[in-house]
T-cell receptor, first 109, second 113 residues
Framework: GQNIDQPTEMTATEGAIVQINCTYQ??????LFWYQQHAGEAPTFLSYNVLDGLEEKGRFSSFLSRSKGYSYLLLKELQMKDSASYLCAVMDSNYQLIWGAGTKLIIKP | IAGITQAPTSQILAAGRRMTLRCTQD?????MYWYRQDLGLGLRLIHY???????GKGEVPDGYSVSRANTDDFPLTLASAVPSQTSVYFC????????????FGPGTRLTVL
């Protein structure tokens, strides 16, 4: 079956760096997405990786290793507004997104 | 309208009743999707449409139906609601961008009693 695993919850301190991991087993691979979802709101797109390596976008970076079925989202200079759930999703061979359950990130002052 | 809208925002429904959740986008995206989101689970695809006039079943289609008469609208119907359909429902769309990322509506919180 298809499976996306990510930690349920993480806690970090304002101003620090946090890495959220995601491992996947899917039928086919056409890219990996990270989304941010604040409580009670819709998911919003953060990043996309289809080739191995690191993609940097401001304070957020996303890494992919296709051979290991592994990705991480790196958040730097954490701000209180970064408190949210972070969703990992893989596009499978049918071009459908398979979603992880999300990682709830709690930022403490 | 800018992006995707959903209606209603929330609804409490008696079991056995019929309910249609509305979704409209103004981005001229070809593909549209309906997901449900339950605590502790990832978003699960209910139905999708790759283009107007076509629809397909997702991971959890039972008890739901959709139609795609035009590009902008993608309603989701629960023919006879059951308590297990209590969830938050998100509509999404995707177009021809570089990443083919999905854009989400604000969601509908549905409670079936």
């Amino acid at each position: 079956g298809q499976n996306i695993d990510q930690p349920t919850e993480m806690t970090a301190t304002e101003g620090a760096i946090v890495q959220i991991n995601c491992t996947y087993q899917t039928s086919g691979f056409n890219g990996l997405f990270w989304y941010q979802q604040h409580a009670g709101e819709a998911p919003t797109f953060l990043s996309y990786n289809v080739l191995d390596g690191l993609e940097e976008k401001g304070r957020f970076s996303s890494f992919l290793s296709r051979s290991k079925g592994y990705s991480y989202l790196l958040l730097k200079e954490l701000q209180m507004k970064d408190s949210a759930s972070y969703l990992c999703a893989v596009m499978d061979s049918n071009y459908q997104l398979i979603w992880g359950a999300g990682t709830k990130l709690i930022i403490k002052p | 309208i800018a992006g995707i809208t959903q209606a209603p925002t929330s609804q409490i429904l008696a079991a056995g009743r019929r309910m249609t959740l509305r979704c409209t986008q103004d981005m001229r995206h070809n593909a549209m999707y309906w997901y449900r989101q339950d605590l502790g689970l990832g978003l699960r695809l209910i139905h999708y449409s790759n283009t107007a006039g076509t629809t397909g079943k997702g991971e959890v289609p039972d008890g739901y139906s959709v139609s795609r008469a035009n590009t902008d609208d993608f309603p989701l119907t629960l023919a006879s609601a059951v308590p297990s359909q209590t969830s938050v429902y998100f509509c999404a769309s995707s177009g021809d961008s570089s990443y083919n990322e999905q854009f989400f509506g604000p969601g509908t919180r549905l409670t079936v009693l």
